[in-house]
């Protein structure tokens, strides 16, 4: 299975700039839950 080069280069900056908000949002969610969780 020969993979083409351009379709690694095209999802590369996809995939990281996916990852970076997938980070960014998940810190503020977890940052959010701790929050919400605890306030009794």
Do not use: C, E, H, Y
Request: charged letters at 15%.
């Amino acid at each position: 299975m020969d993979l083409d080069l351009r379709i690694v280069v095209v999802l590369l900056p996809i995939a990281a700039a996916a990852g970076w908000a997938v980070f960014n949002i998940g810190q503020a969610a977890l940052r959010q839950f701790q929050t919400f969780t605890s306030k009794d």
